[in-house]
């Protein structure tokens, strides 16, 4: 009999574990605010998932460590597809998806096998075959794949057919399909179910998250197949969305019209690629991406959860199909979390509790180590009071009526990185709690970034220190020598508010000239080594009622 050659010996320890896998699937469960994915989607009864690749998977500690701390359902990017697992007819190679299965067994995650029946990554030999033979091939591909993990506790639900319809909603006139006609299809499900009773079966497809011709599609063909008494238990929407075409229209509505069907669903490949390069205000717009379609699934009791198609930008199919696109995952190049990822894991979370007090307005930030393209802040904490407790901080750049996010921490301090070269920042920061709560912003902080590539040799920032009705401190003013060579001097210019008077300053002399305000470096300060930095203050009067600063540092 074709069987996983360890499930057996495993079996012990996976009862073990299959009680730890049932205890993370159970609703009901709390985590806290700060806690990994895995465990705010089980507190929601969902599972949340990631699609691995085997070569990072045996190659990078990184990787490994991000998936088996995150998720709780992996699915092999390409491992199990028909020509990993049956390059020639009937020599069965599982190395690549044992080790799938291995690690998401040690790690007290599910698996969902991806994919038994499609038109693409199969072997020509499959392609070649007629009527009769082929689907023989198909019969016995699928009782040998799926039997071999039939007794693994691990290995829970199926692909069975994959990308059944062309993009209109008509039937995709594959090999399979000119070959076999619409039929192959109700047999790969019946041949699946004879192979592990116990696995749910699934048809996967992509546009079809919203309700459009291809899903109405897609709904119809699974009404008639469970009419039939054929076993389509689930129905997988891929999920790979791109900013620049909309979110998908009515994607909770289509997710509740097929559970009404008495079948569960789920999202399965998701991954929400932009045009690149990448920037702040593409990345917010994906979060709201990210969020809308988990909870889309929160909201639909029949939708089993989400799994992303990868996690870290290094790893994404997404660059090499879709020409000039990429960073559609939560994490980035150097596994980073995104936006995306703080999106993801809020949605996740909310809703645990009654919590609706926000945390307190962290403290003004202050500026440090400003270069070409990074800065680095860092504030007084925020506090909660209303018992999620605080899950972290967004960074986000004062512009009008969208301010992008910058930066993500858990704690009260984060570098920036990806900072545009002489470019004036107002920034601010917001604290979340577990259950999603923001609270109001932090003053903000202005800083300018060096001019890159050997213009000029200092970056400057600024923290407004206190502020009252009609006057302020502005502490510290820090000026980094961001150049090669050592500075013996420097002169930092800003912009006073109109009515605005400078009463006082220290460790720098001021001039004033118009708006314009020139600050030199006093005789102690002046000499800079490459990566020092110097530090002065100063304390300015305006008109009662105004609340305006200075603004337009820059550092020569
Ligand atoms: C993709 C993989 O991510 C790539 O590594 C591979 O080269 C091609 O297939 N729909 C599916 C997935 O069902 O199996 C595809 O995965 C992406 C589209």
Request: proline letters at 5%; one cysteine or more; a negative charge.
């Amino acid at each position: 009999m074709p069987s996983h050659d360890r499930s057996r010996i495993r079996t012990l320890a996976l009862a073990a574990l299959f009680g730890l896998l049932a205890a993370f699937l159970l609703p009901g469960t709390p985590a806290g605010a700060s806690a990994a994915l895995r465990q705010h989607a089980a507190a929601r009864g969902k599972f949340i998932g990631a699609a691995l690749a085997t070569g990072p998977l045996a190659n990078e500690s990184a990787y490994r460590d991000i998936a088996a701390a995150e998720f709780n359902q992996i699915t092999a990017e390409n491992a199990m597809k028909w020509d990993a697992t049956e390059p020639s007819q009937g020599r069965f190679t599982f190395t690549g998806a044992d080790a799938v299965v291995d690690f998401a067994a040690a790690n007290g995650q599910q698996v969902h096998g991806h994919t038994l029946v499609w038109h693409s990554q199969t072997p020509g030999w499959v392609q070649s075959l007629g009527a009769t033979a082929m689907r023989a091939a198909m019969r016995e591909h699928i009782a040998q794949v799926v039997g071999r993990y039939a007794d693994d506790p691990a290995v829970v639900s199926w692909d069975v057919v994959n990308e059944v319809f062309d993009d209109s909603g008509g039937m995709r006139t594959s090999f399979w399909y000119n070959t076999l006609g619409e039929s192959y299809i109700a047999d790969a499900f019946r041949a699946a179910r004879a192979a592990d009773p116990d696995a749910r079966l699934c048809i996967n497809d992509y546009n079809v998250e919203g309700i459009n011709a291809k899903s109405t599609a897609m709904y119809n063909l699974v009404r008639t197949l469970r009419q039939q008494g054929v076993p389509v238990d689930c129905v997988g929407f891929q999920g790979h969305l791109a900013i620049q075409y909309g979110f998908p229209g009515q994607v909770q509505q289509n997710m509740q019209r097929f559970a009404d069907l008495g079948v569960q669903v789920r999202v399965t490949e998701l991954d929400i690629r932009m045009v690149m390069p990448r920037d702040a205000s593409k990345d917010a717009t994906q979060a709201t991406y990210y969020r809308d379609t988990v909870n889309a699934c929160l909201a639909v009791t029949a939708c089993a959860g989400i799994t992303i198609w990868g996690f870290t930008d290094k790893h994404s199919w997404v660059p090499d199909t879709f020409s000039g696109q990429g960073a559609a995952l939560i994490y980035d190049e150097n596994y980073r979390p995104k936006p995306a990822y703080t999106a993801v894991h809020d949605a996740l979370a909310g809703g645990t509790g009654s919590d609706t007090t926000p945390p307190t307005a962290p403290g003004t930030p202050v500026a440090s180590g400003v270069t070409a393209t990074t800065a680095t802040l860092t504030w007084t904490p925020s506090t909660d009071a209303g018992g999620s407790g605080l899950a972290g901080y967004t960074v986000h750049r004062e512009q009008g009526s969208t301010d992008p996010q910058l930066g993500q921490s858990a704690g009260p301090s984060v570098t920036l990185t990806g900072l545009s070269p002489a470019t004036r920042y107002e920034v601010y920061v917001r604290a979340r709690d577990g259950a999603g709560n923001q609270s109001p912003a932090s003053a903000t902080v202005a800083f300018t970034t060096a001019t890159g590539g050997g213009g000029g040799p200092c970056a400057v920032a600024a923290t407004v220190q206190t502020q009252w009705g009609n006057g302020y401190v502005v502490q510290p003013v820090t000026v980094t020598n961001t150049g090669a060579s050592a500075l013996n001097g420097w002169t930092v210019t800003f912009t006073l508010p109109a009515g605005h008077t400078v009463t006082g300053s220290w460790n720098a002399t001021l001039t004033t000239s118009g708006q314009t305000v020139t600050a030199r470096n006093a005789a102690h300060n002046a000499a800079l080594a490459p990566g020092a930095t110097a530090t002065f203050g100063f304390q300015a009067g305006r008109p009662d009622g105004n609340t305006a600063t200075p603004s337009g540092y820059a550092c020569g």
